[in-house]
């Protein structure tokens, strides 16, 4: 199975996620990390990182227009969300999220990742990620 988290925030916050990264390449096999700049491609082939991806490099943001359908984005994206069997998304857009559920062939996650939430939680950064996939009543993706 092969999962691709996308993850646009900084150094520190995509460290925080990844024992959740780690979590994933342990139960269900390799995962691609999206991110910003250079930083996926530092963490490919250490540790659970399979493969790196820059997020300017993709073209993601046809998923922030609302509605969209596989016939309506580029083939470029559609080939690239098709090798996936799991699609799991840090991005804070509601609309980004109803699009990949919509697009994607296999199952899609979310993780909240908004400071006041984790703050909310009472729970480490960490913790508050992880447990969004692998304690929710749906967890993904074993």
Do not use: K
């Amino acid at each position: 199975m092969l999962t691709a988290v996308i993850h646009p925030g900084a150094i520190g916050d995509l460290v925080l996620a990844l024992p959740l990264v780690q979590t994933l390449a342990r139960t269900s096999g390799p995962v691609e990390l999206v991110a910003a700049g250079d930083r996926a491609a530092a963490l490919a082939r250490r540790g659970a990182v399979s493969a790196g991806w820059c997020i300017d490099g993709l073209p993601l943001a046809e998923l922030f227009v609302p509605g969209r359908t596989t016939a309506e984005i580029s083939l470029r994206l559609a080939e690239w969300l098709d090798r996936f069997d799991c699609v799991v998304s840090a991005y804070p857009s509601e609309t980004f999220t109803a699009n990949l559920r919509r697009i994607c062939r296999g199952r899609v996650g979310a993780v909240n990742v908004q400071p006041a939430a984790i703050e909310a939680s009472g729970l480490h950064a960490s913790d508050f990620i992880h447990r969004q996939m692998f304690d929710s009543p749906t967890p993904l993706p074993h």
